[in-house]
Nanobody, 125 residues
Framework: QVHLAESGGDSVQAGGSLKLSCAAS???????MGWFRQAPGKEREGVAG???????QYAVSVRGRFTISKDNEKNTLYLHMNNLTPEDTAVYYC????????????????????RGQGTQVTVSS
């Protein structure tokens, strides 16, 4: 089991930027990871994923605005978010696969067995 702790959520104006971090209790090296979000009254939405080779995938809704990255020396996953809109308002969660497990597409990262408690992102118009 991997414990994950997100940070960096905040309230920003539309057009602003935020950087979310996710500290993992175990090595992120060659571990599939991702970010998903959930807004009130909406389904969970996979936002971005990164596989063991560093390949990345994004939901259409965030492509070109969000960037997922991983620092294996710090065992930390990041999500850089630019040009935020009110539709990006949600609780953002970090998720990680168990070592050796299959990597999912961005849309399915919330299925990873290890998930954090989430961090709130609020974007006002």
């Amino acid at each position: 089991q991997v414990h994950l702790a997100e940070s960096g959520g905040d309230s920003v104006q539309a057009g602003g930027s935020l950087k979310l971090s996710c500290a993992a209790s175990k090595s992120t090296y060659k571990r599939c990871m991702g970010w998903f979000r959930q807004a009130p009254g909406k389904e969970r939405e996979g936002v971005a994923g990164i596989d063991i080779y560093g390949n990345t995938q994004y939901a259409v809704s965030v492509r070109g605005r969000f960037t997922i990255s991983k620092d294996n020396e710090k065992n930390t996953l990041y999500l850089h978010m630019n040009n935020l809109t009110p539709e990006d308002t949600a609780v953002y969660y970090c998720a990680a696969q168990n070592g050796g497990g299959l990597c999912f597409a961005a849309a399915g990262v919330y299925e990873y067995p290890n998930r954090g408690q989430g961090t709130q992102v609020t974007v006002s118009s």
